[in-house]
């Protein structure tokens, strides 16, 4: 007490009267006392005490805890409230003395003897009572022994590593006591994965485990891609390890020449370092953390149960940094070092978060996620094929609460390595939430989106000067940017007539929830496994200009008012898929090097699209004339002025002006805070793909046609699949026509639009596949498994014929 009193003297005596706003520093240290005075010659030790010396003035004048060069290892979150809020005029700032080297852990450092095991295994006793979830020697996240083993080179193959025979009953009876272990398994479509806990086994081998419902889109486990960790038996390469809690004991294989005597080994068991915490009525004002290297926080995969409306995801609501019920707060300039889950999470009631200068990699979930309360939401669905009567619906536009995240931002950031673990994770994540802007951030090596906006609800975001690429590495059906709008007014291709009609009763009615229009400018991307940009299912309001898309293009899928103009689309082009009438799409202005590749659109080419640049051939430009569209587009080479190094400067002024094409600056995409940009990766360019005998670019073959009983069959190949929601590694075979007399269809039969997938118990990817199934079957009844409406459905086709 007496060197409290003593400081709160030496602050109003020294610095003066608060009249003045004399700033109140209070320093700490890991080498300090929190008796000391907090002063820079005798600093505190913890955060909690230099807390709660700085609620004494927090409000009244500025203050800031500074914190020296050293790492702090929390034993609890640190839990800023309503009595931690600074003002504008007096805010209140927790910072690095300097930037980095003040490391906050939510770890511990064990202090261990070791001794050999066998076979290159060292074994120490640990502390009693103590769960390890993440392993780190001298910083660097080790891996649960696991099958396969990791390989960090395979970056596209799930989990760096994954089998078919990862938990096979087999493989499980080497096993003497696998409970506590953990099954991986990516989805079956590979939208997003599973995990399940391993509770035991049974005599024959079989596991026992619970999970499971970490995916909004319950499917299968895929048959591969699959792993196992935490398993002791499987402890068997460098760098992996178990912890044997019963015992007490930890295993570990070391990499070939670790002297562990000289390594600093730490455990994880905090998943939040720092939580700023109120609410709408009493929120956390005016608070910025700054400067900081946060590492070492808990995994929380088994706890995400809860759906984020209809998008694929699921999710638990915590993050290494935690915002909730706050109003102009920030976290600048800080790394966030391998976190277990999510970096930071931004949920429910925030207005004006700033997160800027931060460096996010190695993230088992997502680097960053602003996510509303469903219950702020106006006829919320859950799932995507849950009943939904559009014509019952809520007809006043916007949410019913405030308790979501609004003008808040994320800027000149770098993300990198995220979704280690959780495959429905994104570089930043956008859902529930209105005027999120996403500025100045370079973000690539994540599992699924870059950017991911998971609904219309309310719109007004802002992504602009962004460098987004090497995604979606590990899933499929996906873009570097990638929304979902299967708001209010949305149904599934099902539905489409009754959404037609309801938007002809109302046209308000798609932007009731997506109020704002959502801006993409200014950007790169590029995705190897999807679309550069992927506006999926109902997305609807966007402005998409002056975007260079260096390899997939851009899909819009079923939505309204998508108004694209003066992009680059490399190598590829616009992909329609399944528009509705009445669209009020606009599509103009763009560079595209291939023709069209519309999937479902039927007659529903009623948008703009015109007044476009083929680099092609005029067959291109008028393969769709039929539909109105192009009439005034042009053919020609822009002649970029140096593809190889990303400078797609546009030279050709004449064909330029003809159509109303500007160039846009090419140096201005992803971070530029400098120490960032220095380490930052910057995409692969493509060799642009032009044959200059006939101006024709390269494209997807088209598969076989044929015709079976009144139906028109055909082999839909890569991105046309997504119209189906069927994996890319599956396929199947698409009802293109079907007359009403077919004996295939009638009561129970197919339909138009259906995708056949498994034919009396086989798979079939090919018109070859089904023919030699048909003729070869002595049955009067075929067994189908189809896809209808991105969902799978059983048959029995009891009229049909061997002629296919």
Not at 18 to 30: D, K, L, M, N, T
Not at 59 to 68: E, N
Not at 369 to 389: I, K, S, T, W
Not at 741 to 767: M, W, Y
Request: charged fraction near 25%; include cysteine.
């Amino acid at each position: 007490m007496f060197y409290r009193a003593l400081i709160s003297l030496f602050f109003v005596v020294v610095c003066g009267c608060s009249s003045q706003q004399a700033p109140v520093v209070i320093h700490v240290s890991p080498e300090g006392s929190d008796s000391a005075a907090g002063s820079s010659a005798s600093p505190l030790r913890t955060l909690e005490e230099a807390q709660s010396r700085a609620r004494e003035f927090a409000g009244k004048l500025p203050v800031t805890v500074l914190c020296g060069d050293g790492i702090y290892y929390l034993e609890e979150t640190l839990e800023l409230s309503k009595e931690d809020s600074g003002t504008a005029e007096a805010p209140v700032v927790y910072r690095a003395q300097n930037e980095g080297q003040a490391v906050l852990s939510g770890g511990l450092l064990l202090k261990l003897q070791w001794e050999p095991y066998r076979d290159g295994i060292q074994m120490a006793r640990t502390p009693e009572g103590l769960d390890l979830d993440q392993l780190f020697v001298n910083g660097e996240r080790q891996h649960m022994a696991r099958y396969p083993n990791y390989d960090p080179a395979k970056k596209d193959v799930p989990y760096r590593g994954s089998a078919a025979d990862a938990f096979t009953p087999e493989r499980a009876k080497t096993w003497s006591d696998p409970a506590g272990g953990y099954i991986h398994a990516m989805h079956q479509d590979r939208w997003g994965g599973y995990h399940y806990r391993i509770t035991g086994k049974s005599a024959n081998g079989e596991l026992e485990y619970e999970g499971g419902w970490q995916n909004n889109r319950p499917s299968p486990m895929h048959r591969k891609a699959r792993m196992v960790e935490n398993i002791f038996e499987e402890l068997d390469a460098p760098g992996e390890w178990f912890h044997d809690r019963k015992n007490d004991t930890l295993y570990f294989y070391p990499r070939e020449g670790m002297d562990l005597s000289q390594t600093r080994v730490e455990g994880v068991r905090l998943a939040t370092l720092i939580e700023l915490k109120g609410s709408q009525a009493q929120p956390v004002r005016h608070v910025t953390v700054d400067g900081f290297t946060l590492r070492h926080t808990r995994r929380t995969f088994m706890q995400n149960r809860e759906p984020l409306l209809r998008s694929d995801w699921t999710i638990h609501r915590s993050g290494a940094v935690f915002f909730e019920g706050t109003e102009d707060c920030q976290l600048l300039n800080c790394t966030l070092d391998q976190p277990g889950a999510n970096a930071v999470f931004v949920n429910n009631y925030n207005r004006r978060a700033r997160l800027a200068g931060l460096h996010v990699f190695g993230a088992g979930a997502s680097g960053v996620a602003f996510v509303g309360d469903p219950e702020a939401v106006r006829n919320p669905v859950f799932q995507y094929g849950d009943p939904h009567d559009v014509s019952a619906v809520d007809t006043e536009p916007g949410p019913k609460t405030d308790n979501y995240p609004m003008d808040c931002v994320v800027e000149d950031s770098l993300i990198h390595e995220v979704g280690l673990v959780e495959k429905q994770g994104a570089g930043v994540q956008i859902a529930m939430a209105r005027r999120i802007t996403v500025r100045d951030c370079s973000i690539y090596d994540t599992s699924r989106a870059g950017i991911n906006i998971g609904d219309g609800t309310w719109g007004g975001h802002l992504i602009e000067r962004c460098d987004v690429f090497n995604t979606v590495l590990e899933t499929s059906d996906h873009g570097s940017f990638n929304s979902w709008g299967r708001d209010r007014f949305w149904l599934p291709k099902s539905g489409a007539p009754q959404v037609i009609e309801e938007v002809r009763k109302n046209p308000k009615l798609p932007f009731l929830d997506a109020m704002e229009t959502n801006v993409i400018r200014d950007s790169r991307w590029r995705c190897d496994h999807g679309w550069d940009v992927d506006l999926d299912d109902g997305s609807s309001n966007y402005l998409i200009e002056n975007n260079l898309m260096l390899n997939r293009g851009l899909k819009l899928r079923e939505g309204y008012r998508r108004v694209v103009v003066n992009n680059i689309m490399v190598n590829n082009t616009l992909h329609l898929h399944v528009w509705y009438p009445n669209s009020q799409d606009v599509f103009k202005r763009n560079i595209v090097m291939q023709a069209y590749r519309p999937v479902w659109m039927e007659d529903n080419w009623d948008g703009e699209i015109d007044n476009n640049w083929f680099t092609t051939s005029d067959a291109d430009r008028l393969k769709f004339a039929q539909y109105g569209a192009d009439a005034n587009s042009v053919v020609g080479d822009p002649q970029f002025v140096d593809p190889a190094t990303g400078d797609f400067t546009v030279q050709n002024t004449e064909l330029a002006s003809k159509i109303g094409f500007e160039n846009f600056p090419m140096d201005q995409f992803g971070v530029k805070k400098a120490s960032l940009r220095e380490i930052a990766r910057t995409p692969i360019m493509p060799e642009v793909k032009i044959d200059p005998d006939t101006g024709k670019t390269s494209a997807e073959s088209a598969g076989e046609t044929a015709q079976w009983s009144g139906a028109t069959l055909s082999e839909p190949k890569g991105d046309a699949l997504s119209a189906y929601g069927a994996s890319f590694e599956v396929g199947g075979i698409a009802v293109d026509t079907l007359k009403a007399d077919s004996p295939l269809a009638g009561e129970g039969g197919l339909q138009k639009g259906d995708l056949i997938q498994v034919v009396n118990g086989q798979k079939v990817s090919t018109i070859a596949d089904l023919r030699r199934i048909v003729k070869a079957t002595e049955d009067e009844v075929l067994d189908l498994v189809i896809l209808r409406s991105q969902s799978p459905v059983q048959l029995k086709l009891r009229a049909w014929s061997r002629d296919l």
